[in-house]
């Protein structure tokens, strides 16, 4: 029974022992999966928009993500909602749609079509407006726009400006 | 210290100290084998080979291959393929196995399935042969992304996203799978290492399982015959061979694996040296463009079905369906009511459901490669609705069967 009883403790005080240990590798394997420092500061992209044509889609790159960037005809501007003109950038008094160009269904690079003012991902048939609303499942939301600080007549990706921050009071992006 | 005495021969050398005949008479000659089967049961021996033959071509590649996002592309289709001597030979093996190894764990599977095999006292053969499938699955889906191609790019990119739990929105944790924002340097490295290391000791691991998971209950056969396999093996080795109804693994049943076996490498190298094609996507021949969607991404063809179930519904739906369609038949041994182990064709309207889920299976890999567009559509909505008409139905079409 004694010696029953030194071998329970002796189990036990192994468990904790293993506990402890196990719990802490566990920590160390988590981050050493996560993203490197390096990768994550590297997440500033300035584009300039000043040469930039109308309806035609100008894609750039920020943190190895394809980022559309489209100017609106005046006859888009006019014929657009409320909840389209929310999402729009205006700088200089032109119309801007600047979002990331994955489809947030599961991030293909959805393709725009000029003719139809559309886009339209190749992977599960979602399709998105001009302003990169979705019209056609399955994506669930609207294309993402990045967090961005206008200067002048560029723009910079990463950083959280004036307007972006408007954006984010009334709910547009996330 | 246990008594050891001068030994006689090598083999009695040997035999002291780790008992050889024992292990040779537990593992072969007085392992049992019922006689009543056909050659869908080779599929195992067909596997294991199988595997060897990913696990030899793939120690070749792994000589030449650079888990580099510079240079991974050109480590494979530039070295391996012009300068290493028969460097093509490992590649288009390691592709063509990759591809018919789920072939024949998909008869393998039908199989089990149509015997019956998966129940009173085989469900842990069941159990561990689906973790063989799932971990198989990630090992090919890891391996795909080495050549780092658009293909593998856009996979690995579509395949991570569906960890953000639709609009649960957990991007985090997508972000630290891939190690990046998006496929990266990290995200090649760490596969490349599941590839190579873990998910094949993983493998490993669970073949020996899947083995040890046979030795109680023993292999099914054809009638699904209840065998007395003390008294018949006691009958075989009494001199009875010829009423006995089983036989040794080795010699007497391996010699008929390794027929099939051979058939089977015949086919096997006729793809490798002729028609290894299918096995290479022609789109993986672009090297990896992050700004740039391939016009139709489409899984390789063992992956159709479920991704078929994954693309007709809105993107919860189709993430949970696609997530139910991925464990579901891991339950097939507890939705199966049925007290009858036999053949799907004696046991009324199951015949019916296994067939149909055959076809339903072709149906939605042939809907999985068609663009999404139109008819195609729909009858792959359907065909994924046919697939979960066929689970809910399952215990209640059992439950009513007549016992044999």
């Known amino acids: 029974m004694e010696k029953s009883s030194r071998r329970g403790f002796m189990g036990k005080a192994f468990g904790a022992v293993a506990g402890v240990g196990a719990v802490g590798s566990l920590v160390a394997m988590k981050q050493s999966w996560d993203p490197l420092p390096s990768v994550k500061s590297a997440g500033f992209t300035e584009i300039d928009l000043s040469s930039v044509e109308e309806n035609k889609l100008v894609v750039e790159k920020w943190r190895g993500k394809p980022i559309f960037v489209l100017k609106k005809t005046a006859e888009m501007v006019a014929e657009q909602g409320a909840d389209e003109l929310a999402r729009d950038i205006i700088i200089g008094g032109s119309h801007f749609m600047i979002s990331i160009g994955l489809c947030t269904h599961l991030g293909c690079i959805p393709a725009y079509r000029e003719a139809k003012k559309d886009f339209q991902c190749a992977c599960h048939g979602g399709e998105f407006n001009a302003s990169g609303i979705e019209t056609k499942s399955p994506p669930p939301s609207p294309l993402v726009i990045p967090p961005f600080k206008v200067a002048g007549n560029t723009v910079l990706l990463g950083e959280e400006g004036p307007e972006y921050k408007k954006m984010k009071e009334a709910g547009v992006v996330a | ?404």
């Open chain 2, 1 to 404: 210290m246990a008594h050891f005495e001068k030994a006689t021969s090598v083999k009695d050398w040997l035999n002291q100290r780790l008992a050889i005949e024992k292990v040779e008479k537990v593992m072969a000659s007085e392992y049992w084998i019922p006689k009543n089967i056909n050659f869908l049961w080779a599929m195992g021996m067909v596997l294991a080979i199988t595997f060897a033959l990913l696990l030899v071509s793939g120690i070749f590649l792994l000589m030449y291959y650079q888990p580099n996002v510079e240079t991974a592309f050109d480590s494979v289709n530039y070295t391996i393929m012009q300068e290493v001597g028969f460097g093509w030979l490992w590649r288009h093996v390691h592709a063509v196995a990759a591809s018919v190894v789920f072939l024949i764990i998909y008869i393998h599977m039908l199989t089990g399935i149509y015997y019956g095999s998966y129940k009173k006292g085989r469900e842990m053969i069941w159990i561990s042969g689906m973790l063989l499938f799932v971990t198989f699955s990630a090992e090919a889906f890891s391996g795909y992304m080495l050549p780092w191609g658009q293909m593998s790019y856009w996979a690995g990119m579509v395949i991570t996203n569906l960890f953000s739990a639709g609009s649960l929105e957990l991007n985090g944790i997508v972000e630290w799978l891939r190690g990046d924002y998006v496929p990266g340097q990290a995200f090649l490295n760490r596969f490349f290492m599941l590839h190579v290391l873990l998910l094949p000791l993983a493998i490993i691991g669970l073949i020996g399982i899947h083995f040890a998971a046979l030795r109680i209950p023993h292999v099914n056969n054809q009638d699904g015959e209840e065998i007395d396999f003390e008294a018949e093996s006691k009958k075989y080795l009494a001199g009875d061979k010829a009423g006995s109804k089983v036989i040794r693994f080795a010699n007497d049943f391996m010699s008929k694996d390794m027929f099939v076996l051979s058939v089977f490498l015949m086919f096997f190298f006729y793809l490798t040296f002729f028609q290894y094609g299918f096995a290479m996507d022609p789109v993986n021949f672009d090297p990896a463009d992050g700004l740039k969607t391939p016009a139709h991404i489409y899984p390789e063809w063992y992956f159709l079905w479920s991704y078929e179930i994954l693309r007709p519904f809105s993107k919860d739906l189709g993430l949970i369906a696609f997530g139910i369609a991925q464990v579901i038949f891991f339950l097939l041994p507890f939705m199966d009511r049925s007290p009858n182990v036999a053949p799907a064709n004696r046991r009324g309207p199951f015949k019916i459901w296994f067939w149909i889920m055959v076809v339903d299976l072709i149906v939605l890999t042939a809907m999985g490669k068609l663009p999404p567009a139109g008819i195609f559509n729909t009858i792959g909505l359907i065909a994924a609705l046919v697939f979960f008409a066929l689970w809910i139905s399952l215990p209640f079409i059992t439950k009513s069967e007549k016992k044999l």
